[in-house]
């Protein structure tokens, strides 16, 4: 242990639901001058983009943001006051979710304040520090702005995947404008029947789809475009970047990237993801765009974000030894040989110290990405996976004796278990998930890769889930010194089944449904092992004090259910069997147990912890000589959670 660590504040607020946190990004001060001003410039670059996101995710959170900014700045009264303090609280939920809808669940904020309250701050404010739009009155901006924020009938979610009902009309994220989930999917159909089957681009990744004068047409995220003022902002700070790179491969990725952004060229993003793919020398590397799409309810369109990181030299070795053996993984899996790949090309993986997070990836952040989203690409050049090591590590350190694993584990032996071998195999599984899952298998000839819908998301985490439980349990990670022993498996098995059966229902208001994908994938593949384990014989529940408690009692069935269930995940990929999606998904993956929902929310409050959690970036500052040289650049991480963000609002404010 570092002589600082013991000192290191990994906690830096605790709010809501919500607890933030800080990275170290050990390493750095060992980068070369050119590295860490590459690392320096793709952090500005990743920062420019951060309006984006907002208003992606919903058309009036920027306006919402700066107004409520603006009221807690220029506040004069008692700033310990209940109300206040609810707003403060409400704006430190915006910020982290990126606007008005909760971050995971996709629910609506309650304030915890009045209308009448707000309404009087912001007569009390100076109009002419009011976010108003061109002509806007503070009369019409409160007309039009209240009851987003305070009518629970208005705009409830941000993403809505109900059965049943017109997903694009009943969800608030800002992906279309006067569109039907009929017409949008119709609009797509006929783009995807003329282009180029062979080697489809992502059609509608990076564009809003709207209806202007009875005619449905893109609005296209690029310069001179729908963002182009934030995007003009990003390519500037990618050609300091590219004046850094460490190779040609790299300033080539920064070309084509800032190329796509230029035009909006979705065959363009395909080539800037293949020389991605491409560049596994660069020691330093990133993510910069329109990369996921959970936030759209058809599963096509792309939220913006970033990660700028470097490789851990170290802890990579785990991983190269995971990609290298990609082929024995691929050919050994439980799935029907037709649905396998004859092949396994390109695949790389790494363990990163992440360097700066931003839009989709900050505050809430994955542990690890697998990339790129394309399924032609993934097929003919592969993928490109990381786990992110200093992410997981802050988590870990920071759940340190908080009484999780006393309150919610069976007993002494299964949390020895965990105690001795969870950090180790939670980062394994992740590895597995990433670089194994999502790389694995096929699609058949002719399959549209959005056939599943609405239902996509969730069945290709399972199958990457899956993928990775299956194998943890295999001889070969002890042959390969994954592991230590035959023992330490069974920790991330009974991780995974008490969070997918029980504990992830924290991360949930009470009498809601499971909306967000990971949750219902972890809960689909739990329940569905649970039923198929012969009456307990596998998993059960257990009662002790009268508190519940998942218990385990057959490991290598419990395996062999996985496996089971992977082969019928990946029919259904492979086939674009959107049935079988719905009913596997509707049947396991959303109903929640009200009974023993309850249960659990009364035992975790009563520990005082945070279901979610987050990050604040460090600080990058260059160090400059009299001539205007970059001669070093230093980190720190002693900005707090309000002032990050308020700086970040008005440093990278571009929308």
């Known amino acids: 242990m570092r002589k600082e660590e013991h000192i290191f504040n990994y906690v830096v607020d605790q709010f809501a639901d919500l607890q933030v946190l800080r990275y170290r990004v050990d390493g750095f001060d060992s980068l070369t001058l050119r590295q860490k001003k590459l690392v320096y410039y793709l952090s500005e670059a990743a920062l420019q983009g951060r309006d984006i996101l907002f208003d992606q995710n919903g058309k009036y959170n920027l306006q919402i943001r700066r107004l409520l900014e603006t009221l ?5 009264g008692d700033r310990t006051e209940e109300p206040f303090l609810a707003l403060e609280v409400y704006l430190k939920r915006v910020w982290f979710s990126n606007g008005i809808h909760h971050h995971y669940g996709c629910d609506k904020f309650i304030p915890g304040f009045s209308a009448e309250y707000l309404k009087a ?7 002419s520090l009011l976010p108003l739009e061109s002509g806007e009155t503070v009369e019409a901006m409160c007309d039009k702005l209240f009851p987003v924020i305070f009518d629970p009938s208005v705009m409830p979610k941000r993403v809505n995947q109900n059965d049943g009902e017109d997903l694009v009309e009943t969800s608030a994220a800002n992906y279309y404008e006067g569109v039907t989930q009929q017409e949008a999917e119709a609009f797509y159909a006929v783009q995807k029947a003329q282009g180029d089957t062979g080697h489809p681009v992502m059609y509608g990744m990076n564009s809003r789809l709207v209806k202007k004068d009875g005619v449905i047409q893109e609005e296209i995220w690029k310069v001179g475009g729908l963002y182009g003022k934030a995007i003009e902002k990003i390519i ?14 790299q300033r080539q990725v920064i070309r084509l990237l800032v190329a796509f952004y230029q035009t909006g060229d979705l065959k363009l993003f395909d080539d800037y993801s293949i020389q991605w793919l491409k560049d596994t020398a660069s020691r330093v590397d990133f993510v910069n765009g329109f990369i996921e799409s959970y936030g759209d309810p058809l599963g096509m369109k792309a939220s913006w974000e970033s990660i700028v990181n470097f490789k851990d030299l170290e802890a990579t070795r785990r991983t190269e030894l995971i990609s290298s053996n990609a082929q024995w993984f691929e050919e050994h899996s439980p799935v029907n040989p037709s649905f396998k790949k004859e092949q396994v090309k390109g695949v790389s993986a790494k363990v990163i110290t992440a360097a700066m997070l931003a839009g989709d990836l900050y505050p809430s952040s994955a ?11 993934r097929s003919v050049h592969g993928s490109k996976s990381v786990t992110i090591g200093n992410l997981t590590d802050a988590y870990n350190k920071a759940a340190r004796g908080n009484g999780f694993r ?27 998930h990433e670089c194994l899952g999502h790389g694995s298998g096929k699609l058949l000839p002719g399959v549209d890769p959005d056939a599943l819908k609405a239902y996509g998301s969730t069945i290709e985490e399972a199958r990457a889930d899956l993928f990775g439980l299956y194998y943890m349990a295999d001889a070969k990670l002890l042959e390969l010194g994954l592991l230590p022993d035959g023992e330490a498996y069974k920790a991330e098995y009974y991780s995974y089944m008490m969070n997918g059966l029980m504990t992830q229902l924290v991360r949930i208001e009470s009498g809601a449904q499971i909306e967000e994908a990971h949750m219902r994938n972890r809960q689909l593949i ?15 529940w257990v009662k002790k004090k009268e508190k519940t408690f998942v218990r385990i009692n057959d490991y290598v069935r419990l395996r062999e259910l996985f496996g089971e269930l992977l082969a ?25 147990d009200a009974k023993l929902h309850a249960e659990v929310l009364e035992r975790y409050r009563s520990l005082h912890l945070a279901p979610y959690k987050g990050f604040v970036n460090p600080v990058y500052t260059p160090q400059v000589d009299k001539s205007g040289e970059i001669t070093d650049v230093t980190v720190s991480y002693d900005e707090g959670y309000t002032e990050q963000m308020l700086r970040y609002s008005r440093d990278y404010s571009n929308l």
């Open 406 to 432: 006393e309150e919610f584990v069976y007993s002494e032996v299964e949390k020895e278990l965990l105690d001795s071998y969870a950090d180790l195999t939670g980062d394994l599984h992740t590895d597995l």
């Open 72 to 76: 807690y700045v220029h506040f004069t």
């Open 367 to 377: 542990i690890g990405i697998n990339l790129p989203n394309s399924n032609w690409i």
């Open 121 to 127: 701050l912001i007569l009390h404010t100076d109009i």
């Open 526 to 540: 739990a329940r569905w092992v649970l039923e198929k384990g012969q009456d307990g014989q596998v998993v059960e």
């Open 236 to 249: 500037g700070w990618l050609h300091r970047a590219e004046e850094v790179a460490e190779n040609d491969s």
């Open 568 to 592: 019928e995940i990946q029919r259904i990929k492979s086939e674009g069997d959107f049935e079988a999606a719905r009913v596997l998904v509707e049947n396991y993956a959303v109903k929640v």
